[in-house]
């Protein structure tokens, strides 16, 4: 089974430039979430989506972020514009379902440096 | 909002167990998972608890639970240099199965 696949890697911008993110979920995972993790600290929920519909976006600074996930499989997160503070790297998780049981399988995920 | 806490740092030597501590504050967590995460890479499950279990083993894995006071133990037996890692702490919080992670703890093991 393959893991989830996230692209790219490494992304390095000027501040007030445009990026976005791509993740492709473990095939069947019904959940996807966006986590930004800021060096030295634990992931933050960005976004949460069941299938094709958001169940919590009560984190994402909506101001410049925005998350989609189109037909319920993958998903891209843009950031426009790019703030200094937002060099993180940014990972992707899916899960089965809903349920705590399940194992929230992590993407390599996307470096991101603002210069 | 919730909160998960753990120390920065644990240095052991080579062969010693490991115990990293984590404290939350979400009472109504369902499930606690500790992660690991090593340089460049995403995060892997270790394992899990659910909230009415106060001990769980998983080969050289223990890990202990006391709802009580909000505290999570993660146990490594014979701790090897290929175990140094950033392990996390989470918490499920109550239904929504949405992560609440610690800030991690940087495990050195020492040869």
């Known amino acids: 089974e393959a893991g989830v696949a996230q692209s790219p890697r490494y992304k390095i911008i000027e501040k007030r430039q445009s990026v976005a993110f791509w993740c492709n979920p473990i095939?069947?995972?019904?959940?996807l979430y966006w986590y930004q993790q800021i060096l030295g600290q634990g992931p933050k929920l960005l976004i949460q989506?069941?299938?094709?519909?958001?169940?919590?976006d009560s984190q994402l600074p909506k101001d410049r972020f925005s998350a989609e996930r189109l037909k319920g499989v993958d998903s891209t997160l843009k950031i426009q514009p790019a703030k200094l503070e937002d060099s993180a790297v940014y990972l992707c998780?899916?899960?089965?379902?809903?349920?705590?049981?399940?194992?929230?399988?992590f993407g390599p995920g996307t470096r991101l440096t603002v210069l | 909002g919730e909160d998960v806490e753990q120390s920065l740092f644990l240095s052991v030597r080579e062969g010693d167990s490991s115990v990293i501590n984590c404290t939350y504050t979400?009472?109504?967590?369902?499930?606690l998972y500790w992660y690991k995460q090593e340089p460049g890479a995403g995060l892997q499950l270790l394992t899990y608890?659910?909230?009415?279990?106060d001990m769980k083993q998983d080969q050289r894995l223990t890990v202990l639970l006391n709802k009580k006071d909000k505290h999570l133990s993660l146990r490594i037996a014979d701790t090897q240099t290929g175990d140094s890692a950033i392990y996390f702490c989470?918490?499920?919080?109550?239904?929504?199965?949405?992560?609440?992670f610690g800030k991690g703890t940087k495990l050195s093991v020492i040869p």
């Open positions: 608890i659910f909230s009415n279990m």
């Open positions: 989470a918490d499920s919080g109550a239904g929504s199965y949405q992560l609440t």
């Open positions: 979400d009472s109504s967590s369902t499930y």
């Open positions: 998780a899916s899960i089965r379902g809903a349920t705590g049981g399940d194992t929230q399988y």
């Open positions: 989506f069941q299938n094709n519909g958001v169940v919590d």
């Open positions: 095939s069947g995972h019904a959940t």
